[in-house]
């Protein structure tokens, strides 16, 4: 089962017809128990990076992410929910992050802010998250990014003013700044890749 993460901010119903298609049994809950033990877990995120980590930690979701690591099962942040990954955020004020990753969530450089439309993403090496959409394009909507690749890790950048990670790939928390549920059919794959290589059903 598919689980996808109600804590009060993403897109919940476009991703939840996004990954109803690439898997049968999808659910939206904010049930600490479903979202725990799910075979994959999906964390949207959707404005402010401090206002997105108030609503995760006040709705528990801390301890989800805790308990998913300690037992080595997928979660994928889309957007925001890739950004909190991260250690820091600076959107306004600094925010303090997961810290699943080291480093900081960042305001893009680039003459039009926000970032709104579809890029080209070039894989890192190794990517199994776009095996087969290396050359497709993805749909942003952010003025904010994190920029340091993370160590050990399959870093997918994009380029919008300057270069920031599109992407990211470990063997248990995988993430992407773009939506891939709103992406056509290459979010439809980068979904079903995600699903066939990292979540055991």
Not at 103 to 126: C, D, F, K, M, S
Not at 134 to 142: C, G, I, Q, S, T
Request: hydrophobic content about 45%; some cysteine; aromatic content about 10%.
């Amino acid at each position: 089962m598919i689980a996808i993460l109600d804590y009060g901010s993403g897109n919940l119903r476009s991703a939840q017809r996004a990954f109803e298609s690439a898997h049968s049994e999808v659910i939206v809950t904010s049930d600490p128990d479903i979202c725990i033990n799910a075979d994959g877990l999906v964390v949207p995120g959707v404005g402010a990076f401090g206002a997105c980590m108030e609503q995760f930690v006040a709705a528990g979701a801390v301890e989800i992410l805790d308990q998913r690591a300690a037992t080595e099962l997928p979660t994928l942040g889309i957007c925001v929910g890739m950004q909190i990954f991260f250690a820091q955020g600076v959107e306004k004020n600094a925010h303090k992050g997961l810290g699943i990753w080291p480093g900081e969530v960042t305001q893009i450089e680039a003459p039009i802010l926000p970032h709104i439309g579809w890029n080209t993403v070039t894989p890192g090496a190794g990517s199994q998250l776009f095996t087969g959409i290396e050359n497709e394009r993805f749909y942003f909507v952010h003025s904010f990014a994190a920029t340091q690749k993370i160590e050990g890790a399959v870093n997918s950048i994009t380029q919008y003013g300057v270069e920031f990670l599109a992407a990211v790939e470990t063997p248990y928390f995988v993430a992407t700044q773009f939506h891939p549920e709103k992406s056509g059919d290459a979010g439809l794959k980068l979904i079903s890749n995600w699903i066939n290589g990292w979540v055991t059903l």
